[in-house]
């Protein structure tokens, strides 16, 4: 999954407002938060971000 560019340059996190980076968890795209107090990993399903706090992953 690759997103635009400047659609990255946008979306931040919704819980502190920090930037997203792209990664892929077992196989499974989802954005990433790059701050780190926060580092939430929000799922990508069918090439949409799901930018929901309730449907993040929360950092290993």
């Keep these: ?3 635009e560019p400047f659609l990255l340059e ?4 919704p819980q ?3 930037p997203l980076n792209e990664a892929d968890y077992d196989g499974h795209p989802e ?3 790059t701050a780190a107090d926060c580092g939430l990993a ?3 399903r069918d090439g949409i971000p799901v930018l929901l706090v309730d449907e993040a992953r929360r950092p290993v």
């Design 1 to 3: 999954m690759k997103l």
């Design 10 to 13: 946008i979306l931040v996190c």
């Design 16 to 18: 502190c407002r920090a």
């Design 31 to 33: 954005l990433v938060c």
């Design 42 to 44: 929000y799922p990508v």
